[in-house]
């Protein structure tokens, strides 16, 4: 038998302390460690369970080990550690992230109102989810008060993390456990607002790198720090990084033709031997003539390194620079890479790199805290204000929106909203999506690419949170549709109406515009009524773009002012009175 402690209500100010059922993440967990500890706890919170089943222990007892089994389960299923190889979808840093949004919160609102997981309804769920994020917000709230008085305009955000945690949390609750679905968590963003739009337009971003080339002194910067920054944020701006990631880059992680490897300490160097024909068979045109550098070949690898962890296995991917840079971004960067290596084996020899990252400030290599700041300082300079939303991550946010837009909008929605010209734009596409042809609207091969490129696991999380623009992609891509119907299918919805028994002829459309072309030419063709052919005859003077004017506007207005007028009951077509009640 298990002996089971009394939790009281907190509300009568006596309570055991939860910190006896939390995990624990200390600074050097390993995965296993993490693993067993889930299992433990599991056992643990089952043991309390089935002793309270079995007529032993409290019911506050119960209700707090049903919530903890459920979290475990949850993370555990999450983690998916496979002891044999020792692999897990994600890291233990993102457990612990998770754990802490909202673990204890809920906890403790479970131990207050007594709520059985098991058994608890929609209004009981949306009432404590709403609880949880809210006193978050509030929090969040006091906190943006308190920096936005400095000069440090950190993010707190801790209410639309949690949101994200406990949705993803009910939905496991939901496929398991048959808890009901809870519409809250799907009617409202994480903010409780909307999706909030930090974007970074083309000119902004213009902007800021002319500050950086321009007025460094004014960011306390060197220009050699400036330069290098120029390059993060390039970077991050077409390619979509996080900041760890980012700051994580090392010399190492590049790959092209013209790098080699020193057999003796392992040192990079390139060489200009390594001549472009013999890469002909496999080069754009377009790409091979970007630079005039030594380097002219360039593919950036996104992967775990002993200067940067990835926040899951998604994470890692590739970018094929002289595709993802502009052709003057391209060729700057491939000198200021070149310009950190060795240019022969010799000088490889001799070399001795202190550090293996690539980007630099001063002398110590670049930290995301350091690079968080600076960020900050940019930011407050081009808006001059402190008093604003972005972060570094709003980079990854713009380039997810950027090339949403690219794979998926029209030529006028890309102009508008990118940077991309014909040329580069065009190029980049046709990289990312090999089978254009085959990559239509009706295709998900843009989605998944997309998502790839931006490390998650499907295009769910990318849309969700990323996509800033999918409102007006969604509209564009309606408008530039060009759905074909067949008579068939044309005559079986118009079956019943009224229009197929007046006589309309069904012919094959090419699309909804033609279609209602067709209708509407019949409609005026039809009407016998005296005043729609005066109509008729007005319109023939018309130009070209007024041809389409919907004629039964202009008849009820017409009768309306001559019944308003004589206040008499004019007679008006019943057919108008459908388009207007």
Sequence with gaps: TVTVKTFHDRRTGQRHELKSWLLSFHQDIKPKQLADQLQESIQKSEDYK????????????????????RVCQWLKTEFAYQEKTGKRVIEVSTIKRYYGSFVLDLLRYVLEQQINLETTTEDQFEEMYRYIVEE??????????????????????????????????????????RAPIVQYLYERQSDGLFLKTRLISPQMFQLMIRILREY?????????????????????FRLGLRIDEAVGICIDDFVSPQLRKHPDNRQLYYVFEAALDQHKDDRSDQKMTKTTGDIDDLTLRIRLNSERGLKSDNATRQFDLAYFLAPDEFTGFCRFYQNLLPGSKAAAAVCKRKTKQLFMLGEQPLSSTNLSKITQQLFNAVLGTNDHQYTFHAFRHSAA????????????????????????????????????????????????????????????ITTRH????????????????????????????????????????????????????AMKKF??????????????????????QQQEVFLYRETFLDEYRKWW?????????PEVLKFIQ
């Excluded at 090339?403 to 040329?423: H, P, Q």
Aim: glycine share 4%; net charge positive; aromatic share 8%.
């Design 136 to 177: 978050k917000l509030l929090n969040d709230q006091k906190k943006h008060k308190t920096t936005a008085k400095t000069n440090n305009n950190k993010k707190h955000n801790t209410s639309g993390y949690a949101f994200d945690r406990l949705k993803a949390f009910h939905q496991y609750l939901v496929k398991k456990h």
């Design 565 to 573: 007028e004589k206040k008499e009951k004019a007679t008006i077509d």
């Design 466 to 517: 990323y996509l800033h623009h999918l409102n007006i992609l969604i509209a564009d891509m309606f408008y530039q549709a060009n759905r074909e119907y067949s008579p068939q299918l044309i005559k079986a919805l118009l079956s019943d109406s009224q229009l197929m028994r007046r006589g309309f002829k069904i012919e094959f459309q090419s699309n909804e515009r033609d279609i209602l072309k």
């Design 50 to 69: 089935s002793a309270y089943e079995a007529g032993n222990g409290e019911y506050l007892d119960y209700v707090v080990a049903i919530a903890h089994l």
């Design 216 to 236: 460094p002194e004014a960011l306390g910067l060197t220009e050699q720090d400036a330069t290098c920054l120029k390059w993060v944020y390039i970077l991050a």
């Design 401 to 460: 929106s950027h090339l949403a837009i690219l794979l998926k909008g029209s030529i006028a929605l890309v102009r508008c909203f990118t940077d991309y010209d014909s040329e580069f734009g065009r190029e980049l596409k046709k990289h990312i999506l090999p089978n254009i042809k085959d990559a239509s609207s009706r295709s998900a091969q843009a989605w998944s690419r997309l998502a790839h490129l931006m490390g998650h696991e499907d295009i769910r």
């Design 523 to 544: 409609y005026q063709l039809k009407e016998n009524n005296p005043q729609t052919d005066l109509l008729k005859n007005k319109k023939k003077q018309k130009q070209l």
